[in-house]
C-alpha cells in the first residue's frame, strides 16, 4: 500500500500542490537533499502530462499520485486517457526538441519527456493493469 | 512562490525579469505578457529568469515560442540565467543550442549589440 496517495481533479493549479506533497514525502522518506529539486521537476512534469492528457480527451476523472517509501522511494502518476495517447512519447530527440518548426505544444510535450527520461533514472510508462490509462513510474533511491 | 513579471528597459532592450515559479498553471501568464510586449513593439527582449525557482517544459515551450516571433518579426531573444539547476534542464532537453544564455542582464545586451543574439 503506498505511503500517501493523492488524486486532484485534472486542472493545472494543483500540479503545484502535487509537486509540494511529491517532495515533502520524498524528504521525509530520506532522499537525499541533492535529487530534491529533481524529484519535483519530475512529479511535475509527470503530473502536468497527465493532466494535458485528460483534458486533451476530456477525461474528467482525477488523475493519482501513489507515493511509496518501502525500501526506495517509489512514485506512481497514473493517468486515465485513452492508452494510444501515450504512445510516441518518447519519440522526439534532442536534435528534434532543437528543431524550431516545432509547434509549441508538441514541443513542450517533447521537452517534458526528455526532462523526465534526464532526470529519473529508474523511469517506467506502461498501461496500468486495469481500466484505461498510464502509469508513470519513477524510482530514487534513499540514503538512509 | 507565485510568479512575478516586471518589465524595464536597458538601452533598446526590454527586459522582462521573471520571479517564482514557472509552470502548466503560471506559464499562460508570461505567454500572455511577451505577446504584449512584442505586439506592442518590442523586437529586442531578454528574459532575465533570475528570481525563477521552478521552471517546467510549460514554461520552456512558452520561451521558445516568443524566440521563434521575435525572429520572424526581425528582432532578438536572450535568456539570462546563472543558475546551474535551471541550465541543467537546458541542457538535458538540448535547448542551451537553441537559445543564447547569458549569466547577467549586461552581458545579454552586450552580447546582442554586438550581434551575436538571436
Redesign the interface.
Known amino acids: 500500500m503506498a505511503t500517501v496517495r493523492l488524486s486532484f481533479s485534472p486542472a493545472?493549479?494543483h500540479?503545484?500542490t502535487a509537486?509540494l506533497v511529491g517532495v515533502a514525502v520524498a524528504r521525509r522518506a530520506g532522499v537525499r537533499e541533492d535529487l530534491l529539486?529533481e524529484v519535483?521537476?519530475a512529479i511535475?512534469?509527470a503530473c502536468?502530462r497527465a493532466?494535458?492528457l485528460h483534458r486533451q480527451y476530456h477525461v474528467p476523472d482525477p488523475v493519482l499520485v501513489e507515493m511509496d517509501d518501502a525500501g526506495s522511494y517509489t512514485v506512481r502518476v497514473i493517468d486515465r486517457a485513452p492508452i494510444e495517447a501515450s504512445i510516441g512519447l518518447a519519440a522526439l530527440d534532442?536534435?528534434q526538441?532543437?528543431n524550431?518548426s516545432l509547434n509549441?505544444?508538441d514541443?513542450?510535450?517533447g521537452?517534458?519527456f526528455?526532462?523526465l527520461a534526464?532526470?529519473v533514472e529508474d523511469l517506467q510508462v506502461r498501461p496500468v493493469v486495469e481500466g484505461v490509462g498510464t502509469e508513470v513510474r519513477m524510482v530514487w533511491p534513499v540514503g538512509r | 512562490m507565485e510568479l512575478s513579471l516586471a518589465t524595464r528597459t536597458v538601452g533598446e532592450h526590454t527586459v522582462l525579469e521573471v520571479g517564482g515559479?514557472v509552470?502548466?498553471?503560471t506559464a499562460p501568464r508570461l505567454r500572455e505578457r511577451l505577446l504584449e510586449l512584442i505586439d506592442g513593439g518590442a523586437r529586442q527582449v531578454v528574459v532575465d529568469l533570475g528570481r525563477v525557482d521552478?521552471l517546467?517544459?510549460?514554461g520552456?515551450?512558452?520561451l521558445?515560442?516568443a524566440?521563434?516571433r521575435l525572429?520572424t518579426a526581425g528582432g532578438s531573444f536572450a535568456l539570462v540565467c546563472d543558475k546551474e539547476?535551471l541550465l541543467k534542464?537546458f541542457r538535458?532537453?538540448?535547448?542551451d543550442?537553441?537559445f543564447p544564455l547569458h549569466p547577467t542582464v549586461d552581458a545579454a545586451v552586450g552580447a546582442d549589440s554586438t550581434g551575436s543574439g538571436a
Open positions: 493545472p493549479v500540479v503545484r509537486r529539486d519535483r521537476l511535475g512534469e502536468t493532466v494535458a534532442a536534435d526538441l532543437a524550431e509549441e505544444d514541443l513542450t510535450t521537452v517534458g526528455a526532462l534526464g532526470f | 515559479e509552470d502548466v498553471y521552478f517546467d517544459s510549460t520552456l515551450g512558452v521558445v515560442g524566440l521563434k525572429r539547476p534542464i538535458i532537453t538540448a535547448l543550442q537553441v
